[in-house]
Nanobody, 118 residues
Framework: QVQVVESGGGLVQAGGSLRLSCAAS????????MGWYRQPPGQQREEVAT???????NYADSVKGRFTISRDNAKNTVYLQMNSLKPEDTAVYYC????????????WGQGTQVTVSS
């Protein structure tokens, strides 16, 4: 079994920064893509940023230039550095990991709340 756990959320003023972390553990042979998604209040979940095992990244237009995704393959961990935060970044942030273990499956974390006050 694989567990994915996010951390680092919280309350921050507009213009501030937060760094989210997400660690995968369990029966893991390798992790392919990892990603961050968010679900604002009353809205659907949306993709924020993804990173391939080799480091290729992709960002939503709304966060380009402000957020940076990175990963440490040795630690099975992905990070999201969020700068210049805006109130519209308020959401529950979820991490996922495309894991190759005994099979291949995408696992999701439980989410971490990010609240940006104006």
């Amino acid at each position: 079994q694989v567990q994915v756990v996010e951390s680092g959320g919280g309350l921050v003023q507009a213009g501030g920064s937060l760094r989210l972390s997400c660690a995968a553990s369990g029966t893991i042979f390798s992790i392919n893509a990892m990603g961050w998604y968010r679900q604002p209040p009353g809205q659907q979940r949306e993709e924020v940023a993804t990173i391939a095992r080799g480091g290729t990244t992709n960002y939503a237009d709304s966060v380009k230039g402000r957020f940076t995704i990175s990963r440490d393959n040795a630690k099975n961990t992905v990070y999201l550095q969020m700068n210049s935060l805006k109130p519209e970044d308020t959401a529950v942030y979820y991490c996922n990991a495309d894991v190759s273990g005994w099979g291949r499956r995408t696992y999701w974390g439980q989410g971490t709340q990010v609240t940006v006050s104006s």
